[in-house]
């Protein structure tokens, strides 16, 4: 949208210069000034026919520089052509959407008569959705740690608190469920957000849970709520709001097991993926991170990891068709269930560095053959 604001320096407000739609293949827009109307009233010169000729009768200046008077900023440059009495003004660069550009046309009769010309940006269309939240599964635990907050684009942030709700079965907002925190815990593209519930609440003995108790309850219903009206790091609202309904189940307080995950192997020659299925869900994006696959030689094979079942399933899909051999899949001790009961030891464990951490190694494997 072209939207012309004009201001004059002189006593005879005129309207001979505007902005238009340039006429080449990417239609960026220029300053026309209508010389037959500038002519008419004894404002242009008669000989002023050489482009430099109108460097000097009319130039253009950005309000660019905060605190600074454009009048003392260098002109915008550009090229000058006259076709049919129309003097057109096409900028090196393309003019920047809500930005006060100043045309100043140099008149000998009338002095500097300024027009402000302001080209304003096309309302920003509302395309970003939620596109999923992890844990997917309807039934959680109790003691839930986080959700995984993905978009479709990437967002705006700095007020993700104001526009995410927990509510009850009455539909009644629950009052500060989440860990709120300065740094929201974005991934470096801003399309995915790591939303914790306070830890203070889910760990036992923490004075937090005795005086609120946990922020979910066994037994009952909740809704996660993400309003529409979040912008996305262009500005524009969501196109819809997004809802997860879930139940809550006991707390889980047993760690995750690799001894007890299932191993489905896939035919040499093939690349047919590799896939691990767990008794419980495990965290979605630690699955991405934490789990990987060698070959004989402790060289990382290559490929794409896919995150399936509510995250009961890992699937491993190779760059390569499967070798002949001997592979193991690594699985660093990090990794997490919903609860936040890692491989390494569970949740309710004070997490001060002790001594026998260094016992505790940083990975374990699980060994499985290709081919005969």
Not at 10 to 26: E, M, V, W, Y
Not at 164 to 181: C, G, R, T, Y
Not at 258 to 279: V, Y
Request: net charge negative; charged share 20%.
């Amino acid at each position: 949208m072209l939207q012309l604001g004009c201001t004059n320096e002189s006593t005879r407000p005129d309207s001979f210069i505007r902005l238009a739609k340039g006429s080449g293949k990417s239609g960026q827009a220029v300053i026309e000034v209508d010389l037959s109307r500038a002519s008419s009233g004894g404002l242009a010169k008669p000989d002023a026919s050489e482009p430099a000729d109108w460097e000097r009768i009319f130039h253009v200046h950005a309000e660019t520089a905060p605190g600074v008077d454009w009048r003392n900023l260098p002109p915008v440059q550009g090229s000058f052509r006259v076709v049919n009495n129309l003097l057109t003004f096409e900028p090196i660069f393309p003019l920047q959407a809500g930005v006060n550009y100043h045309a100043v046309f140099e008149s000998a009769t009338a002095g500097a008569i300024v027009a402000t010309l302001r080209l304003e940006a096309p309302p920003a269309q509302r395309e970003t959705i939620v596109s999923q939240v992890c844990p997917t599964a309807n039934a959680l635990p109790e003691n839930l740690l986080k959700f995984y907050l993905h978009f479709s684009a990437p967002m705006s942030q700095g007020r993700a608190y104001r526009h995410i709700h927990l509510l009850n079965a009455q539909n009644e907002k629950i009052d500060l469920p989440f860990l709120e925190v300065d740094e929201e815990l974005w991934n470096p593209d801003g399309t995915r957000l790591t939303l914790l519930f306070d830890p203070g609440r889910i760990k036992s003995g923490l004075l937090p849970r005795e005086q609120d108790g946990p922020v979910l309850q066994e037994g009952h219903a909740y809704t996660l709520k993400v309003d529409a009206t979040w912008p996305d790091a262009n500005g524009a609202p969501l196109r819809h709001g997004f809802t997860k309904q879930f139940g809550v189940t006991a707390p889980d307080v047993e760690m995750p097991s690799p001894a007890r995950w299932n191993i489905t192997t896939p035919e040499a020659g093939s690349t047919s993926p590799l896939t691990l299925d767990f008794p419980e869900p495990l965290d979605h994006a630690l699955l991405q991170r934490l789990l990987w696959i060698e070959d004989a030689g402790k060289h990382s094979v290559e490929g794409q990891v896919h995150v399936r079942d509510a995250e009961r399933q890992w699937a491993f899909v190779p760059s390569r068709a499967w070798k002949d051999g001997d592979y193991r899949v690594v699985v660093g001790t990090g990794l997490e269930d919903l609860a936040g009961n890692s491989v390494a030891r569970p949740f309710e464990v004070d997490r001060v560095q002790r001594p026998d951490d260094a016992f505790i190694p940083s990975h374990v494997t699980l060994d499985f053959k290709v081919g005969d």
